[in-house]
């Protein structure tokens, strides 16, 4: 019996030792699952890690705080330590299919495009339908679209502003772009606490100048010294009136450990000091308010919040000015707000609405989309695809006045520190046009030519063409005609157009002038034979010559039909004469003005002589050379039939340059 003892005693150690710890391991994911919900993510980790190294559980209780690590570092934007941990929980049987879902959506945020899909797939195969999946799957060829295809966006780190805390959500002193306010946790912040929710010191509100001189923004400092803006509590997401003389700005409250929630504070400036802020009543007690945008007109303010009404996570709201106060927030409605979060609006002075989303199909984890307005109540939404968004975090977008598309934004792309400030610049479109006219019969360019050009948003100018040769630049949005032309030569023409065009683009003219002192070949006008009905392709060939005949108003024309020499002299006139007339016929019908056509047959009289096109078509015939009976007689059979298909031809030839339509005062009598 007293051998025994001391093995009840170690068994008794190692039960009280396994409670223990099973006890320390249980306490620290419940205080863990508290910090989640109340968003203290910084301490959840911390108290994940200790749960998940204590417990001596099952592997189903080591997946779920696997799964609630993922969770976490997702709600940071950490999204690449997101994804070990969402793949340790599905590795270790988590029963939740929606830790699938979300390693999904992490990977794909990561650029793992591939993999995402595989995970969509899987997770829908157990949850059929569902809209989140679904959008990821699109959102995966979608981004590898708009990562292939960058828009005209510039996009540049702005690293005199960012230091290795968060620095995010910009905004201009009133649209100027020389002075600008931002969020930021860095050292000189004022507050002596850690956040709960990022690890790091309450964050404050920042100012820093463009320095002209040295091109560069100023070292950044405490928006006030007098600490009025700034305080013991957290500070953020800024947004200022037109004239910059008032400031809005998001104040998180914290009472010992206890977070207050988010509310917004209005401040005005008055010879260059600040005022004790005003809380302002949007929303009431224990709701968020945040990230305010005040409008252009400064009637509107728009906001986030997770009040009752809305659609999902936390919506965009509105509240319009009633009197000194807002009003009743209004939600934006489903075309903005989603079954996700969206944060950070941004009201441009044009009324275009910038937000950042989760939810709608995007690259990464936040993107930045752009709504402008439908009517009163609509919007139009869209991605601002590459390179604004990218794969991390963007959002906190702000623009400065004026005519150039300028500004920033923050986002935790891969190459950031954390939260970083980027700026933006978007290049003006350059549309130009350079053209070439050449003579047609020679391939030469025509010195001389005249250019007009003609467009919809009301153009008329006149150019000449020195040494065959013009260059313009064009409008966006625009539609043009241009029309080449030179006495002697018939007319041409070609239509570009810059509208909906996305890119700068160079349109590359060429136009081939004919000269009028040479019968002009009408190519593909056949008959059957030994009639002069029209076929049908003859009939669409002798549309662009009613096109030149509309082009060149002024011209009257000889419409002249050949034969080869096979059958009478007399068969062969008559023939020609009603191919002729067909031609005539059709564009009259076509409502040429008959006046300005003449039909006239030549029979065999008038062989083909070999032009410079001919004579590279066909390796037997010469230039100038004639298509006599004579000629085609010392041909071999198959070079014989090839001669008079050329010599059976309908061509025309301009006779005047000076027709002029009657007007006819009383049509019908």
């Not at 995402?116 to 157990?126: E, G, V």
């Not at 981004?143 to 828009?151: R, T, V």
């Not at 003859?538 to 020499?565: C, G, R, W, Y």
Request: proline content about 4%; hydrophobic content about 35%; charged content about 30%.
């Amino acid at each position: 019996m007293k051998m025994k003892k001391p093995h009840i005693l170690i068994l008794f150690s190692i039960l009280l030792i396994s409670l223990f710890w099973s006890c320390s391991s249980k306490k620290y994911l419940r205080l863990a699952n508290t910090s989640y919900e109340i968003g203290e993510y910084s301490l959840a980790i911390e108290k994940f890690r200790k749960a998940y190294k204590k417990s001596k559980g099952t592997a189903m209780e080591k997946a779920e705080m696997a799964y609630q690590m993922g969770e976490t570092y997702q709600a940071m934007g950490e999204y690449a330590t997101a994804s070990i941990w969402y793949r340790n929980a599905i590795r270790r049987k988590y029963t939740e299919n929606k830790a699938m879902l979300h390693f999904a959506d992490c990977q794909r945020a990561d650029q793992e495009f591939e993999t995402a899909r595989q995970w969509y797939l899987a997770y829908l195969d157990s949850v059929p339908g569902d809209e989140r999946a679904l959008n990821g799957l699109k959102a995966c060829e979608k981004a590898i679209e708009w990562i292939n295809k960058p828009n005209r966006y510039v996009v540049n780190v702005v690293k005199e502003l960012n230091s290795k805390f968060r620095d995010y959500s910009p905004a201009y002193i009133g649209g100027k772009d020389n002075e600008l306010v931002f969020t930021s946790s860095q050292d000189l912040a004022t507050g002596n606490r850690e956040s709960s929710i990022t690890g790091e010191k309450f964050a404050d509100l920042f100012i820093s100048s463009f320095e002209v001189q040295k091109q560069k923004w100023s070292i950044p400092k405490l928006l006030d010294e007098n600490i009025i803006i700034n305080t013991g509590d957290e500070e953020g997401a800024p947004s200022f009136s037109s004239n910059g003389n008032q400031l809005y700005f998001t104040r998180c409250r914290y009472d010992k450990a206890e977070d207050l929630g988010s509310e917004i504070y209005v401040s005005t400036q008055s010879r260059g000091e600040w005022s004790e802020p005003v809380k302002l009543e949007l929303v009431g007690d224990s709701l968020i308010a945040a990230h305010p945008s005040l409008s252009a007109d400064g009637k509107t303010l728009y906001f986030v919040s997770d009040r009752p009404g809305g659609f999902g996570g936390k919506d965009i709201w509105k509240a319009e000015k009633d009197g000194n106060d807002f009003g009743k927030p209004e939600n934006l409605g489903p075309e903005i707000n989603t079954p996700g979060n969206e944060v950070f609006p941004c009201i441009h002075s044009d009324g275009t609405l910038y937000f950042s989303s989760d939810y709608p199909i995007g690259i990464g984890g936040l993107d930045i989309f752009k709504a402008e307005k439908k009517g009163k109540t609509g919007w139009v939404v869209e991605n601002m695809g590459t390179p604004i968004n990218s794969s991390g975090d963007d959002f906190g977008m702000t623009f400065a006045d004026g005519e150039e598309v300028k500004g920033m934004f923050s986002s935790n792309r891969k190459g950031s520190r954390k939260d970083d400030i980027y700026s933006f610049y978007l290049p003006p479109k350059v549309f130009q046009a350079s053209g070439e006219i050449f003579n047609k019969e020679t391939g030469q360019k025509l010195d001389g030519a005249t250019v007009r050009i003609i467009g919809t948003d009301g153009t008329m100018l006149r150019m000449r063409a020195s040494g065959g040769r013009f260059q313009l630049k064009l409008k966006p949005e625009t539609e043009y005609v241009f029309a080449a032309y030179k006495e002697g030569f018939l007319n041409d023409k070609a239509r570009e157009t810059t509208i909906g065009l996305e890119d700068s683009k160079n349109f590359s003219l060429e136009f081939f002038l004919t000269p009028t002192d040479a019968p002009i070949k009408i190519e593909n006008i056949n008959y059957e034979f030994g009639k002069w009905d029209l076929l049908s392709e003859s009939k669409q060939s002798l549309d662009s010559l009613v096109s030149i005949l509309v082009f060149n108003p002024t011209i009257t024309i000889e419409l002249m039909a050949h034969t080869d020499h096979i059958g009478s002299d007399a068969a062969n006139f008559e023939l020609s004469q009603k191919r002729a007339q067909s031609v005539v016929d059709y564009l009259i019908e076509k409502g040429i003005n008959a006046d300005r056509l003449v039909a006239k047959g030549y029979g065999e009289t008038w062989p083909k002589k070999v032009t410079r096109e001919l004579a590279k078509q066909y390796d037997f015939l010469k230039r100038n050379d004639e298509l006599t009976e004579a000629f085609i007689n010392a041909l071999t059979p198959e070079q014989q039939e090839i001669a008079r298909a050329i010599n059976r031809r309908t061509e025309f030839r301009v006779l005047s340059n000076d027709f002029h339509e009657k007007f006819d005062p009383e049509p019908g009598k």
